[in-house]
């Protein structure tokens, strides 16, 4: 069965750093997927940061903030590099994946900031002050 799980969050002062981790299992072996990364902070929506196309590593990020977030492969698990962080990043962050054989949906799922995304992770709460 599917499953995805994120780790690695916790408390960080301003300006520190912090990695966080996705865990992915259960995928047939013919299935390829975006997996993206996102948060959500009381009152708002689920904010896309980076995301994957499995098939080829090709990532994509929102224009306005590249550079400080990293989508990164590491073995079975796809992390998130955070950097330079600040209070407003405080927030629950997720992990999801949506299915395709087209790494064109994961770049327009982005420009979209669309959340049309099949399975979720149960989130990794980040708090930075």
């Known amino acids: 069965h599917v499953q995805l799980v994120e780790s690695g969050g916790g408390s960080v002062q301003a300006g520190g750093s912090l990695t966080l981790s996705c865990t992915t299992s259960g995928f047939a072996s013919t299935t390829t997927y975006c997996l993206a990364w996102f948060r959500q902070s009381p009152g708002k929506g689920r904010e896309p940061l980076a995301s994957?196309?499995?098939?080829?590593?090709r990532t994509f990020y929102p224009g306005y903030r590249r550079g400080r977030f990293t989508i990164s492969r590491a073995g079975a698990k796809v992390d998130l590099l955070m950097s330079s962080l600040k209070p407003e990043d405080t927030a629950t962050y997720y992990c999801?994946?949506?299915?395709?054989?087209?790494?064109?949906?994961?770049?327009?799922?982005?420009?979209?900031?669309?959340?049309?995304?099949?399975?979720w992770g149960q989130g990794t709460q980040v708090t930075v002050s």
């Open positions: 999801a994946t949506h299915s395709t054989r087209d790494g064109g949906v994961c770049e327009y799922l982005m420009h979209t900031a669309s959340t049309d995304y099949e399975r």
């Open positions: 994957i196309y499995s098939a080829t590593g």
